[in-house]
């Protein structure tokens, strides 16, 4: 399985999805024209990952700003993992990072964190 790199714009976050080591990263700011096209390939290749996960997944979430459209697609994905952590013997941790004075971006977190089930680590950057 190969790894999915995006490389982010002013509307589209950074994309990489590592299947060896586990670890899926997303960065940026995250207002495409159209969302659902933007983060599609983001499902698909978590839908094939899925199917040979290995035994710890970690997503680093690090946005500095989301639209609304995205955040359904984010939580798409987020859903795509919340199945993989259900697998035995699989584990999928999110990292949601938020700058510290960004109150709207902890909330979002916390938003996500309570419609889960799937460990989530609030960590805070500082600017």
């Known amino acids: ?4 790199e995006i490389i982010g714009t002013a509307k589209t976050p950074t ?3 590592n299947p060896e080591s586990g670890i899926l990263e997303m960065k940026g700011r995250s207002i495409p024209e159209n969302a659902i096209e933007f983060f599609k390939p983001l499902v698909d ?5 899925s199917k040979s996960a290995i035994d710890l997944t970690q997503a680093n979430i690090q946005l500095e700003y989301f639209n609304t459209s995205s955040s359904k697609c984010i939580l798409d994905i987020f859903k ?10 699989k584990e999928v941790v999110i990292n949601w990072y ?4 960004d109150e709207d971006m902890l909330e979002a977190g916390e938003d996500y964190q309570s419609i889960l089930k ?4 609030m960590i805070e950057i500082e600017e």
């Open 80 to 89: 795509k993992l919340e199945s993989i952590n259900k697998q035995d013997e």
């Open 15 to 17: 994309v990489n999805f």
């Open 98 to 101: 938020y700058e510290e004075d």
């Open 1 to 4: 399985m190969n790894k999915l």
């Open 118 to 121: 799937i460990p989530f680590k």
């Open 45 to 49: 290749w978590l839908e094939e990952y």
